[in-house]
């Protein structure tokens, strides 16, 4: 089974939809991120948590809410979708005091905003 | 802000030949990463490189950091095809563990 899971895969909406993306994992790690990717622009860290108390903004978080229901699950959201927020979307863990705060990522859901 | 740069963008080369893909970054820091992505694919972790002068090798790729020229280097010996992908090198800032990710090197190996 896989560490890290998003769901969905793919996501295809309209303007102005409410979207939520979910993460879980089994790592067992504190730390949560999520990224968006564009073509030529690598990935750039909308928001990031340490553990369910912890959330802050990334350097993109600008239209974009995020949730920690618990360590292992971490969601972020649209609240109205507009068609510049289409991209692919990869969550990520990592667990500082091993491994030296190497981030693993999930495989990703594609959206597109209509 | 920190940046982080690679260069090139795209590589073409040839089965069998060698090849560099730099990674240069603006701040300082001791904590760089190599990911892989193949096309539609989520990143794969390559290296994790932890101070200065650390050297790791895995098959044909070797990467190496040097904090002190804020540079990474991804060397590619013997190019085999399988090794198409999308290189990204992040740098980690901070006690966060932010990375910031640089945009990328396409590499494609021809037959």
């Known amino acids: 089974d896989a560490d890290v899971t998003q769901t969905p895969r793919n996501r295809i909406t309209k303007t102005g939809k409410r979207i939520m993306l979910e993460c879980s994992q089994t790592?067992?790690?504190?730390?949560m991120y999520w990224y968006r990717q564009d073509p030529g622009l690598g990935l750039r860290l909308i928001y990031y948590?340490?553990?369910?108390?912890?959330?802050n903004k990334g350097e993109i978080s600008d239209g974009y809410s995020v949730s920690r229901q618990a360590q292992a699950k971490f969601s972020l959201s649209l609240e109205s979708a507009i068609p510049n927020q289409t991209a692919l979307y990869f969550c990520?863990?990592?667990?500082?005091?091993?491994?030296?705060?190497?981030?693993?990522f999930g495989p990703g859901t594609r959206l597109t905003v209509l | 802000e920190l940046k982080v740069e690679q260069n090139p963008l795209f590589l073409s080369m040839q089965e069998g030949k060698n090849y560099t893909i730099y990674c240069n970054y603006s701040?300082?820091?001791?904590?760089l990463y190599w990911y892989r992505q193949d096309p539609g694919k989520s990143l794969e972790s390559l290296f994790v490189l932890l101070s200065n002068g650390a050297v790791k090798q895995e098959g044909r790729l070797m990467a190496s950091l040097d904090t002190k020229a804020r540079l990474s280097t991804l060397h590619i010996t013997a190019a085999v095809h399988d090794l198409s992908a999308t290189y990204f090198c992040a740098v980690m800032t901070g006690t966060a563990s932010k990375l910031t990710f640089g945009t990328g090197t396409r590499l494609q190996v021809t037959l």
């Open positions: 990520a863990t990592s667990d500082l005091a091993g491994g030296g705060g190497e981030q693993f």
């Open positions: 948590s340490f553990d369910v108390k912890d959330i």
């Open positions: 701040t300082t820091s001791d904590r």
């Open positions: 790592k067992g790690h504190d730390r």
